[in-house]
């Protein structure tokens, strides 16, 4: 019945123009009159039909799945089992979602790696058969565990007594209100983590189940200890150690695939970064501030001075006022971590003058991320590790910094490989199986839902990621017409988002045609599709 | 080895300077620098792998001794099965998902972090980073 529901909601929503892919349904588990089968009546959004709360949460988790359906190719139904049955929350905080792969499969038909795990549905897809075939599982992670994915939700999210505020916003568009948490870039993401973005290794205790590594390990390779992280030492517990060492390896830790690295000049912008000039001569690893501008090559730059307040515990903390105004007035200051917050030693640079503000650690841990809010802070403001904040002192004075943009190096890369999240503290959930931070601009699979991303058009490198894992990427299909075109573009531009687009904006064929006809021109002229298969999209299209 | 080498040398390196320490208690970071002293040259190295391994059980035993428990349980997958093609099949339990948890701030701002609270991400204007 669920299935039905499905069917008919999304082909309501987008005007019969079927396309095909990798069939991926939804197991709803929610009991009657919660969650998928909240019954509490709403408004249309965003290009979102139903009129309840559970149509609508059906409809934009059948219509991620629908994205991911077109993107993936697979001859095995994969099943999503899914609720949004309320989670654990209170009034200020709580879970927001849950996903991953139920089973993890080695060693089945058509492995391309012996001894590696592989998540479920991924290995369906490969194997060619459902390894799990059988009834759907009658609740949340129970036996049989013939379901492949399993993405939870909270219901409760924005309700009285849990995060309380705007709640999801379950718009097709990527356009969330202020405050709102878009459901379907966080579904997106969520489930790609199950479709195959995640490595199945313990990053603190180095530990696999059975000992084995998976596909993702195998991509994942450590820059300074030079070894993948499914090397065979013939020891397990080197192998632990070596996981355990590169899993905080912030800035060494990289994606090898041959898909990421190629598309990537595609897909980032040019490396920003920030260095060290006069006598001591190095770029800079840093974080960046929650108050203030944003550090850029037009406002962040010149000569260090050492911020001296004079008082206090210390008197390079910047904690009261400073004191050596004639040297620190137009320049970038340089003041100590501890005592009091970021934002009071900002407010005091800026005081005195200075164009820029750097924090230096106290403390082990590297360059940090500065959080605190005070809207008067205007002055841009990073930090950098402790060991570097010692060296600017005794290089000083004569040492200077500025921003720097190379554009014969990708933001978020590493030797031109695609960084993977490795913070210097172990982030179970996030370490390793996300790209890291520093990508620009913002990747859906980075660990955080930024606000520019736009899943329901566009998934960046993730598609790319997919396919060196051992999916295969899904040819576009307009109608019966099967294009021959990989429906996603190297960008992660997803054509098949686009077409459908094209369909539900149009009153007769030849507006669609022409429509397609605008979209697949426009990635001819960018390089990204040749005149062959524009001319194959095209032709589908007038049929 | 000489990758291997590399590695057990890098991990000293980033922990000299801290004593080596042999025995240690549950929990503690089981990546605490381990040094040997070379029987032939006297000078203290990085273990081989088989000297790690001796000295990972030595610790084992130590605890074991005196009643300490061993470090913190890694997720274990709820079954394993094994067929009689070789293939191998594990059912994940909850510790293995990627969780989402949200905090909502006095003054709304949204901080969106996964399951480990050392790891907090921002969605608005944060107040979830350290402030000082």
């Given amino acids: 019945m669920n299935k039905k529901l499905i069917a008919a909601a999304v082909a309501a929503t987008f005007a019969a123009v079927p396309s095909y892919g990798a069939e991926i349904v939804i197991n709803n588990v929610d009991a009657p009159g919660i969650g998928f089968n909240d019954p509490t009546p709403v408004t249309p959004v965003g290009g979102n039909a139903g009129t309840t709360l559970g149509e609508q949460r059906l409809i934009a988790y059948a219509r991620a799945l629908e994205l991911w359906g077109n993107t993936l190719k697979s001859d095995a139904t994969i099943v999503v089992q899914g609720s949004f049955a309320p989670l654990n929350c209170t009034a200020t905080g709580g879970t927001l979602a849950q996903a991953g792969a139920i089973q993890i499969f080695a060693d089945f038909p058509n492995a391309p790696l012996p001894g590696h795990w592989y998540g479920v549905a991924l290995a369906n897809s490969i194997a060619g058969v459902d390894l799990t075939p059988g009834p759907l599982d009658p609740g949340p992670l129970a036996e049989p565990f013939n379901d492949d994915i399993v993405a939870n939700f909270n219901g409760a999210v924005g309700q009285p007594g849990c995060i309380e505020g705007p709640g999801w916003y379950y718009g097709l568009d990527s356009s969330p209100g202020p405050g709102q948490i878009d459901f379907l870039d966080t579904f997106m993401h969520e489930v790609a983590h199950g479709l195959g973005f995640q490595n199945f290794a313990n990053e603190q205790t180095g530990t696999t189940p059975l000992d084995l590594p998976d596909v993702y390990m195998a991509n994942t390779y450590d820059l300074l200890y030079e070894l993948p992280w499914n090397a065979d030492f013939g020891d397990v517990n080197i192998s632990r150690l070596l996981v355990r060492l590169s899993a905080v390896n912030n800035g060494n830790v990289v994606w090898t695939g041959s898909s990421v690295t190629a598309n990537a000049p595609l897909v980032l912008g040019p490396y920003q970064g920030i260095r060290l000039t006069g ?7 840093f974080g960046t501030a929650s108050f203030g501008a944003p550090a850029t090559a037009d406002n962040f730059g010149g000569s260090i001075v050492i911020g001296q307040d004079g008082a206090g515990a210390s008197s390079t903390d910047g904690c009261e006022p400073l004191v050596n105004v004639a040297e620190t007035t137009g320049n970038v200051v340089l003041m100590d971590r501890g005592t009091c917050g970021f934002v009071v030693k900002a407010a005091n640079a800026q005081a005195a003058g200075a164009s820029g503000v750097i924090i230096a650690n106290n403390q082990a841990g590297g360059a940090i991320g500065l959080g605190g809010s005070d809207p008067a802070v205007t002055v841009p403001t990073i930090s950098v590790s402790l060991e570097d904040g010692n060296a600017i002192k005794a290089a000083s004075p004569g040492v200077s910094v500025e921003f720097f943009a190379d554009p014969t190096r990708q933001a978020g890369t590493n030797e031109g490989l695609v960084r993977l999240y490795a913070p210097v503290t172990v982030a179970l959930g996030s370490s390793i199986s996300h790209f890291d931070t520093v990508a620009s601009p913002d990747l859906l699979m980075e660990p955080f839902i930024t606000p520019g991303l736009r899943s329901n058009v566009n998934l960046d490198l993730t598609p790319s990621l997919m396919k060196d894992v051992g999916w295969q990427l899904e040819t576009l299909k307009i109608g019966g017409c099967d294009t021959g075109v990989t429906s996603a573009l190297p960008t992660g531009e997803l054509l098949h988002a686009r077409v459908d687009a094209c369909a539900a904006g149009v009153r007769n064929r030849g507006q669609f045609v022409s429509c397609v006809n605008k979209v697949t021109n426009a990635a001819k002229d960018a390089g990204l599709l040749t005149g062959r298969q524009h001319a194959a999209i095209t032709a589908c299209a007038a049929q | 080895m000489k990758k291997t080498s590399m590695l057990v040398a890098a991990a000293l390196a980033a922990t000299l300077a801290t004593p080596p320490v042999l025995a240690q208690d549950a929990e503690a970071s089981t990546d605490a620098l381990r040094v040997v002293r070379d029987k032939q040259t006297g000078q203290l190295r990085a ?42 099949a594990a059912v994940l339990g909850p510790e293995f998902l990627v969780s989402l948890e949200a905090h909502r701030d006095a003054d709304g701002n949204l901080t969106v972090r996964h399951a480990d609270p050392a790891d907090e991400h921002v969605v608005a204007p944060n107040t979830a980073l350290p402030t000082e």
Wanted: without cysteine.
């Fill in chain 2, 47 to 88: 273990p081989n792998s088989e000297e790690l391994k001796q000295m990972l059980e030595a610790e084992k035993a130590d605890r074991k001794a005196r009643g300490k428990p061993e470090p913190s349980a890694n997720p274990q997958p709820v079954q394993v099965r094994t067929y009689a093609s070789g293939m191998k």
């Fill in chain 1, 279 to 285: 006598t001591l001569n190095q770029e800079l690893v």
